[in-house]
C-alpha cells in the first residue's frame, strides 16, 4: 500500500495524493485533490467516487457521468467504508461484463 508521503505529485496547482487501499478482496486508489476539497476513489477507468471534503456531498461516476449523488455528511467511517465496497463490487461486476463482451 502506498502512503501519501511515497507518492505525491503536484499537477498545476493541485496537489494530489494517492493511496491505495484494499478491503476486502477489492482494491481501490484514493487522490485528495486538495485545491478542489475532493477526494476521489478510482475502482476501474469507468467507475469513481468523488467526495467533496467540505459539504460531504459523495457522487458515484460510471463511464463519466453521476449516476447517483448522496449526502455523507453525517455519514460514520463505517457506513462510507460499506459504500466504497459496495462500489468496487459493482465495478467488478462491469468489470466482468465488458470480459464477457469482448470474448463473444
Known amino acids: 500500500m502506498k502512503t501519501c508521503l511515497e507518492d505525491q505529485r503536484r499537477d498545476g496547482e493541485v496537489f494530489i495524493c494517492n493511496v ?8 481501490w486508489e484514493t487522490e485528495f485533490i ?3 476539497n475532493l477526494m476521489r476513489h478510482k475502482f476501474s477507468d469507468r467507475v469513481s467516487v468523488y467526495t ?3 459539504d460531504g456531498l459523495i457522487r458515484i461516476c460510471k463511464d463519466g457521468a453521476a449516476v447517483n449523488t448522496i449526502d455523507g ?4 467511517i463505517t457506513e462510507y467504508e460499506k459504500l466504497l465496497v459496495q462500489t468496487a463490487e459493482e465495478a ?3 468489470k466482468n461484463l465488458n470480459r464477457a463482451d469482448t470474448t463473444d
Request: net charge negative.
Open 52 to 54: 467533496d471534503l467540505g
Open 92 to 94: 467488478e461486476t462491469l
Open 20 to 27: 491505495k487501499t484494499t478491503m476486502e478482496k477489492f482494491t
Open 34 to 36: 486538495t485545491a478542489a
Open 73 to 76: 455528511s453525517e455519514m460514520t
